[in-house]
């Protein structure tokens, strides 16, 4: 008997014939680029490096799209936000040793914010493998180590036969929930040798579904169904599995009110009347998720930020749904349901009953008010009037990338949408390299990148990238003359900052040595100056000379 799939797996002639013959001159190199082209890829990001140059050699008879960057990190951080605005695995090329290296601290936020970045270095000769002292130039004693306790997944290669396999399950592993990056090495001796196996055509690597136990998801329904002050935590798994719909469907379905955490900003309507926005550093709005008699977290492990600092403690019943099985009741004791966000939204939405309660939008409205009350007792007039210019600024559907810097924490709890920032790892220089990868994935509209006059020498040298490449990218770089976040920390705990003032260049004549236009505003020119470089196509600069503050904490 023949079943559909062995006609499936059967070679057709033609495709017989080209494995058969495979064209003369490929290397290992062409299967790593013939694999990433058969899952689908279309872009990959990185640097040349010795070991590696058996990879970039192959690009050349490929159609993939390369985006070289200056430095591994920031190449890092692009394929970051490409994986991020696409959902698809971002492809990073990188070298041995310190090539690699320089990568760690990008591939740590892609894995804080479950990007999918698949990653694939090349390794010293496989002779010199194996923790020996062979002398081989970025010779590591176990390189995979360097990686293990950073992405998702490493997966080794030894032979030019493992490379499809070894690539695919790595694809499979950065797409399955929860996203996250992974690592891949290739000896340079593998990559750089001729090779007679078929060209790699389609490969089957299609994630698994992380589906959630009906049993969990039933007593979930039951409990949210028969709350009297449900409300609802939105993390970053609801934005990263294109959840918003569900979860709109299910709040209005409760009539439960919204947080979104600074990971989930976009999951839920700003100005809806459920929304309680985003003021997770507000006393009051933890005041209001701990009187909750039930309240269900969706694609957050109520970490550091999300839980104003470790002071929430919640008294009621907590649900929690979340993709990392880690993250499960890490925090708080909850019924906690291992799945993507997507999936048990849906069968909650399925089990849930109506639940009128029409004084709902008045304790939103309520708790808003409050919030607001605190901030104008301070005199924070300056920090939301350039948060404001910068909205008004940036046309609706752009994406926008955040350093973290003062003017990101302020967008943090008052960016009405969706926005990205580097708060799931917290390292500098985000924000520019971030923004080039999301203009490479959609050239048709620009993208915003904000960085401090500190974060922004992290990747000052892409600036060469943006002018090679003609991104649509505005930079504005918000100039303390310091660390402006650490300056502030350092005076509250100890009267006085030390090591954050800094020299920095006139940024308006350096980016425009680089070929990039270049203003500097203030901040009553600032929203049409950044209008303006917006609209224009090309990378652009504008630079805002300002102090800012925080508003208080209300953690300590």
């Known amino acids: ?25 490929r290397t290992g190199g062409d299967l790593v680029v013939e694999t990433l082209r058969g899952l689908g890829a279309a872009t990959v990001f990185g640097l040349p490096g010795q070991h590696a140059l058996g990879m970039f050699d192959a ?16 190449a890092g951080f692009a394929a970051d936000a490409y994986g991020r605005v696409t959902g698809e695995a971002a492809p990073l090329l990188l070298s041995t040793g310190p090539g690699a290296l320089m990568s760690l601290a990008a591939l740590q936020e892609a894995a804080a914010a479950s990007a999918p970045v ?67 090495e290739i000896p340079q001796d593998v990559l750089l040798a001729e090779t007679t196996l078929p060209v790699v055509t389609a490969m089957d690597a299609t994630p698994r579904e992380l589906v959630p136990r009906p049993e969990l998801t039933a007593v979930a329904a039951d409990l949210l169904s028969k709350a009297e002050r449900p409300a609802i935590v939105a993390g970053g798994g609801v934005v990263r599995s294109d959840a918003a719909g569900k979860l709109l469907a299910l709040a209005e379905k409760l009539n439960a009110p919204v947080v979104t955490t600074f990971g989930g900003k976009g999951a839920f309507p700003w100005e809806h009347p459920l929304s309680l926005q985003s ?97 104008d007792g301070q005199e924070l007039a300056l920090e939301r009037r350039v948060l404001a210019a910068v909205r008004e600024a940036l046309p609706a559907k752009s994406p926008s990338f955040w350093d973290m810097t003062i003017l990101a924490y302020w967008a943090w709890s008052a960016w009405p949408g969706a926005m ?9 220089g985000y924000g520019f390299p971030a923004a080039l990868g999301a203009a490479v994935a959609d050239p048709t509209r620009p993208v915003l990148a904000v960085s401090g006059d500190g974060g922004a020498m992290y990747s000052i040298a892409e600036l060469a990238t943006a002018r090679q490449y003609d991104l649509n990218v505005t930079w504005l770089i918000v100039d303390d003359g310091g660390y402006g976040i650490l300056r502030e920390y350092m005076t509250d705990a100890f009267g006085e900052a030390t090591a954050t003032e800094l020299s920095r260049p006139d940024f308006v004549a350096l980016a425009e040595s680089f070929g990039v236009p270049a203003v500097r505003t203030s901040v009553e ?21 300002a102090l800012l503050k925080m508003f208080a904490p209300t953690h300590l």
Not at 67 to 74: A, I, P, S, T, Y
Not at 130 to 151: K, N, T
Not at 312 to 334: M, T, W, Y
Not at 525 to 545: F, M
Request: net charge negative; aromatic share 4%.
């Open 525 to 545: 020119t600032l929203a049409e100056d950044l209008a303006k470089s917006l609209a224009a196509p090309g990378p652009s600069v504008v630079v805002l000379p």
């Open 118 to 184: 698949l990653a694939i270095g090349s390794q010293v000769p496989a002779a010199g493998l194996g923790g020996g002292r062979h002398g081989y130039l970025h010779e590591l004693r176990d390189q995979q180590a360097s990686f293990r306790d950073v992405v998702k997944s490493v997966h080794t290669v030894r032979t030019q036969s493992q490379i499809p396999s070894a690539i695919a399950a790595a694809w499979e592993s950065a797409l399955t929930a929860p996203h996250g990056p992974v690592w891949v």
């Open 1 to 25: 008997m023949t079943h559909d799939h062995d006609l499936e797996l059967r070679p057709t002639p033609a495709q017989t014939e080209a494995a058969l013959n495979p064209p003369d001159g």
């Open 59 to 74: 690009l050349r008879r490929s159609d993939l799209s390369y985006v070289g960057l200056r430095v591994e990190n920031n």
């Open 279 to 375: 003021w997770m550093e507000d006393r009051h709005t933890t005041d209001f998720l701990e009187d909750a008699d039930v309240l269900l977290v969706v694609g957050s492990g109520l970490g550091e930020l999300s839980s104003n600092y470790h002071t929430f403690a919640p008294r009621g019943r907590v649900v929690q749904i979340e993709a990392d099985a880690g993250k499960l009741e890490s925090n708080h004791p909850a019924l906690g349901i291992h799945a993507d966000a997507r999936l048990a939204l849906s069968a909650l939405l399925e089990t849930v009953e109506e639940r009128p309660d029409p004084e709902a939008p008045g304790r939103v409205a309520a708790l808003l008010a409050q919030v607001q009350e605190r901030l």
């Open 420 to 428: 990205h920032s580097a708060q799931g790892a917290g390292g500098l």
